[in-house]
């Protein structure tokens, strides 16, 4: 990760954002300590990634383990 100091990163925001973009991370100094990092952003999840994801975890929930539908979402606050 290449890092760049904070006057410089305001002067050049447009040319990080851009590089970011492409999937480079850049570490952003201030003071000669690193202070945040730039990365390329995630793509969002279509609802059929989301709703895949959700038929994953109810496939490996055990189901003997609640009797009723209160304790099973008391679990998942835990």
């Known amino acids: 990760m290449r890092t760049i100091g904070l ?5 050049k925001l447009s040319e ?6 492409t999937g480079e991370q850049i570490g952003i100094t ?3 300590k690193l202070a945040a990092i ?13 709703w895949a994801d959700m038929e994953e975890i109810r496939k490996n929930v055990d189901r003997t383990k609640f009797s009723t539908v209160k304790e099973l979402i008391e679990e998942g606050r835990r």
Do not use: C, H, Y
């Open 7 to 11: 006057f410089e990163a305001k002067q």
């Open 16 to 21: 990080l954002v851009e590089r970011a973009s």
């Open 30 to 32: 201030r003071r000669g």
């Open 38 to 50: 730039i990365v390329p952003a995630q793509p969002e999840m279509t609802l059929n990634e989301i």
